[in-house]
């Protein structure tokens, strides 16, 4: 479910490893390959598999580190199998495995149903968008092994319907790195250790972790590594730590790591576009400074520079501190909300449009900045849009000019073509992706190799994550995974333009060629992406004009080394030495977390008010607002009605139990803000409204507040009842 006020139920996005197909033949097989639907008719372990599993099967708490691609999933099918089958007579084991992701959780589903049912025992799932005809409690006294998406066991324990994790006998945690703050797996096991440190008698399950990185989090050093990796482990009261070492060269054979190429590139010497775009982004400061005496201030800061990530940060932070300005006069109130809103959008975009032009070409920027002029047309089009459109236009032509000046062309895009045309010269057979920053440079980079004829031999598919940025909504799932069968398919396309969709579990088929284009993450991120390149003499670039991200990546493998290092001294230590430092570091933990309880947050239940975000215009009050579905909030009553007007959606859709119909505004003529969408759900016409799109304001106190999603918004939340309509 994506789009306009459709918020995915909240399910929070980690660092995920792809989900793995086990590559138990000697060639290794694409998940849609039939090969691997046939899993339980060739189950022979390779050697480190049976090495990696080997502690846990002596019923060892452990963490199994081992790279991307290795086949940990088939390791954790062996232990599973291992623990049910050691069970005597009249007893029965019961596993959960925890899945943070959809997509891997669907795939774990799978997996276990094929493997398990077969041997006779029961398997059964629950995640986020299956909880609300189930009852968790009865799948988890009635099937032998549980796939969950960890939240709903937090929630379980919680309310109490699942008393205590006694009922497990062997838990397993997929990406177990997540294990710590808030995480909900983290959560489960502040459960565990209170029940362990409790001294309560009844038995605790065993525990697995799997990852392909610890991680090392801000450690510069061998010892603060170990430290982190200590209180990893404590956090899953684990007393091993399960790499290969035995098997090494085996697993080299499996798993190749590809060769790294940094490629320092050049920027633009002269940057007419860049100049021209600065000077409107400072007159549109100074038009801001000047409309409120008080918020002027917020444009005060010094030495901020247009076209980064931070001044986009900073932008969207004025932007919010002005949503919630208030006044005594309330029309002057709506009329400074209103301009400033405008003021800043303006220059949010025009900051996008240089990070476009920095990294792909003038003329995507100009684009870009055209078709936003273009809809800020469509809609309200007040004086002060007019202003803003006319400093513009008055550029316009000189922006051509420079835009089609091939003397500045970007000489990272020619970098890029070089390395594209030599590796397809190499190997007309490869399959390329090609990460970039944003949403809007995927755009971009996909239309640059489309126009250009010297790079007919591609063919471009896209994949973006499921996040809403500012810049666009997401992909859906559905078609995430039609891009990915596209790219599968041979023939289709050759290379993938991505944004981060590493963090989203999706299985990206085997490719030789990976392109990070200005594109930097932390250790365990770069950990996963090369193990996207799985195929035989693979390679990764590293492309950037920024020395720094260069020293980023080598820092990121400096972090990688002493994980390493750090694992292998932990695994010399003696066994009661480890065993104490990681009680010690338990108990400690437990003290820090006992003495922070805080109590649980309680629904606010004073009737609040809604107001438009950018004009504060009265909107509804949070009594009239039902939750449809869990996930999507409409508003009751005909006064609402009058509120808004309506517009033909561009892109209707059908999902679900919705139809996605019109997309609504604000009524007052010179604001028009989007609020949202219309649908038709079973047999009603009903408003969805996105709360980003809103200001609340307490009644009592006038105090305002905003909030970018419902799930962090406390109130009473009331179901959407049809019985309701009818009244
Ligand atoms: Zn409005």
Known sequence: VEDDGMEISSIQIFIQEEPECQVLSQ??????????????SSLKPRNYQLELALPAQKGKNTIICAPTGCGKTFVSLLICEHHLRSFPHGQKGKVVFFANQIPVYEQQETVFSRH?????????????????????QHIIENYDIIILTPQILVNSLNNGTIPSLSVFTLMIFDECHNTSKNHPYNQIMF???DHKLGQSPDPLPQVIGLTASVGVGDAKTVDEAMLHICKLCAALDVSVIATVRDNVEELEQVVYKPQKIFRKVESRTTNTFKSIISQLMRETEKLAKNVSEELGKLFQIQNREF????????????HKACMVFQMADKEEESRICRVLFLYTSHLRKYNDALIISEDAQMKDALNYLKAFFHDVREAAFDETEQDLTRNFE?????????SMDPSNENPKLRDLYLILQEEYHLKPETKT???????????????????????????????????????????????????????????DNNILIATSVADEGIDIAQCNLVILYEYVGNVIKMIQTRGRGRARDSKCFLLTSNADVIEKEKANMFKEKIMNESISRLQAWDKIKFEEKVHHIQMQEKLIRDSQHKPQPVPDKENKKLLCGKCKAFACYTADVRVVEKSHYTVLGEAFKERFVSKPHPKPKIYDSFEKKAKIFCAIQNCRHDWGIHVKYKTFEIPVIKIESFVVEDIASGAQNRHSK??????ERIQFDPAEMSN
């Open 307 to 318: 076209g980064t990530q931070k001044y986009e940060q900073w932008i969207v932070d004025v």
């Open 710 to 715: 419902w799930k962090d918004f406390r109130f």
């Open 116 to 136: 398990f049912e077969r041997l006779g025992y029961s398997v059964a799932g629950v995640s986020g968008a299956t909880t609300e005809n189930v009852s968790v």
């Open 27 to 40: 060639n290794p097989c694409l998940p849609s390959d039939e090969s691997c639907n046939n899993l339980h």
């Open 191 to 193: 459960r565990y250790l």
């Open 394 to 402: 008055e550029k316009l032509e000189e922006l051509e000019n420079v």
């Open 433 to 491: 992706i090609l990460f970039v920053k944003t949403r809007a440079l995927v755009d971009a980079l996909k239309k640059w190799i489309e126009e250009n004829p010297a790079l007919s031999f591609l063919k471009p598919g896209i994949l973006t994550g499921r996040g809403k940025t500012n810049q666009a909504t997401g992909m859906t799932l559905p078609a995430q995974k039609y891009a990915l069968e596209a790219f599968r398919a041979s023939g």
